[in-house]
């Protein structure tokens, strides 16, 4: 059975590598010209993801690449003393196992682990896909599929030329997010460095391994920007949201015109009734975005791609049973995935002088008490904890004697 997957991002490649364990012969088209490189901004891995990637054998290679933050110094605006937060303590306490990584770094560990085993089509896209499986591409020669896999983010073109226009599922949440690369200016190592004043909240961190450091702008906004290609307005947004915050800020903000990489969008969640239809399905934030930033999406992404091959495998190829099953599984990690960015875009960007003050004293409090007490009061405190130390997902070891293109072959 021959499987086509738009997108090597993160779900894209954890797809890949199971759909090939189970003797799926695999195709991953990526609109980027190669491999992601080293950067992107950071992300964090739970632990229903750990345990999805230590099956994968590439956990070492992940935790390699961690980014090393265990401290984080709150600036209130208007306040005179920050408050020093002991963040290792906030990700026991969060979670049995929890790492934060860079999002290029974890998408080119997922796509090394089955590079060897999956056909990787780089610098072309998906441009039409018809209700028997035929697929047109940007620059490619037209091509046949059994099965067809949006891999392809919030902004999916797969999604589109199924479902529709984004703006049918698109719900926006009421605020924004930009992330620059730049210089090291503070010489970070293992510390988060955040500013958070009313609706409007800054951080700057570096990675053991980076020779630079990314600043994340987080603010609210009245209405969903409609700038998606357009960077200069996007620059200004962010610039005009933040400029005169502090001075450590006005000096990230100097880097929006030098910097080698600039990311900008809104904090938009996608809510679709179904994420199939005919020979076509939808894994990651192609298909249930929660929000970026706030929701968790990177392990939400390994589940699913996870969980989908595995459903796949079990119908041995039968979309018909397996995508269903898929959308069952998956369903309450996605709503609490949902409502848990809401609550997380609340606490990172905060609506009153209230709320900064929680932000800043309430991660305080949590990493000034013993991990016991800490855990309590956090999983009382926050959906997010709550949602990713429950999620459990089913084993779906590969056939005896699957080799590779044999499953449901057709």
């Known amino acids: 059975m021959r499987i086509l997957v738009s997108g090597a991002g993160v779900a894209g490649p954890v797809l890949a590598y199971w759909l090939t364990r189970h003797g799926f012969s695999v195709t991953v088209v990526e609109r980027a010209p190669a491999p992601r490189g080293a950067g ?46 002991n963040l290792a303590r ?29 056909e990787y089509v780089f610098g072309d896209s998906v441009t039409a896909v018809s209700p028997d ?25 797969v999604r589109r030329l199924v479902f529709g226009e984004e703006s049918r599922f698109s719900a926006f949440t009421g605020a924004c997010f930009g992330v620059l ?12 460095v955040l500013h958070a004043g009313v609706g409007r909240t800054a951080g700057m961190y570096g990675a053991r391994h980076l020779g630079d450091a990314r600043a994340l702008f987080l603010f609210r906004s009245g209405r969903e920007p409609g700038h998606h290609h357009d960077v200069h307005r996007q620059k200004e947004l962010v610039r005009g949201a933040f400029e005169g915050m502090h001075p450590d800020v006005d000096r990230w903000l100097d880097e929006l015109d030098r910097t080698p990489a600039f990311y900008f969008d809104s904090i938009t969640q996608l809510r679709m009734d179904t994420w199939s239809r005919g020979r076509v399905t939808l894994v990651g934030d192609a298909g249930c975005c929660p929000g970026p930033v706030v929701g968790g999406s990177t392990s939400l992404a390994v589940v699913g791609a996870y969980v989908l091959a595995g ?13 269903p099953a898929y959308e069952r599984a998956m369903a309450q990690y996605v709503r609490g995935s949902r409502e848990a960015a809401l609550s997380a ?15 800043a004293q309430g991660a305080r409090l949590i990493s000034a008490l013993p991990a016991g007490a800490g855990r309590a009061l956090l999983r009382l405190t926050t959906r997010s904890a709550r949602l990713h130390n429950s999620v459990t997902v089913d084993d779906y070891p590969p056939p005896p004697t699957a080799s590779r293109g044999a499953a449901g072959a057709g």
């Open 311 to 323: 459903e796949l495998a079990r119908a041995a190829g039968d979309h018909e049973r397996a995508f």
């Open 90 to 118: 906030i990700f026991r306490a969060a979670s049995e196992r929890h790492l934060e990584i860079m999002r290029d770094d974890l998408s080119r560990i997922y796509h090394d682990a089955a590079r060897d085993d999956v």
């Open 181 to 192: 690369t730049l210089p090291n200016l503070q010489g970070l190592d293992g510390e988060l």
């Open 40 to 85: 992107g901004h950071a992300v964090d891995l739970f632990r229903p993801a750990m345990d999805i990637s230590e099956k994968m054998g590439v956990l070492p290679r992940i935790e390699e690449r961690a980014t090393g933050t265990s401290r984080m110094t709150v600036h209130r605006e208007g306040a005179r003393h920050p408050v020093r937060v």
């Open 133 to 157: 499986g035929e697929v047109r591409f940007e620059k490619a020669a037209s091509r046949r599929f059994d099965l067809v896999v949006g891999a392809d983010g919030l902004h999916s073109e």
């Open 345 to 359: 875009a609340k606490t990172l960007v905060p609506t009153s002088r209230l709320g900064v003050w929680g932000l």
